[in-house]
């Protein structure tokens, strides 16, 4: 599994923790995040994040 970082902010999506707080469960593979989805602290985009 692989993390991602937010270019902005530094938060972390985690695909084994996936985001149970924005509806993604465990496991879901950052291909499988919602093209709208956006980051949960600063708001940019799912385009403005790097695979750690």
């Not at 938060?11 to 949960?40: N, Q």
């Amino acid at each position: 599994m692989n993390r991602f970082v937010c270019d902005v902010c530094g938060w972390v999506y985690d695909e084994a923790e996936g985001y149970e707080d924005g509806g993604i469960a465990p496991g879901t593979l950052w291909a499988d995040v919602p093209e709208d989805f956006e980051c949960p602290l600063c708001g940019v985009g799912k385009n403005q994040f790097s695979q750690e």
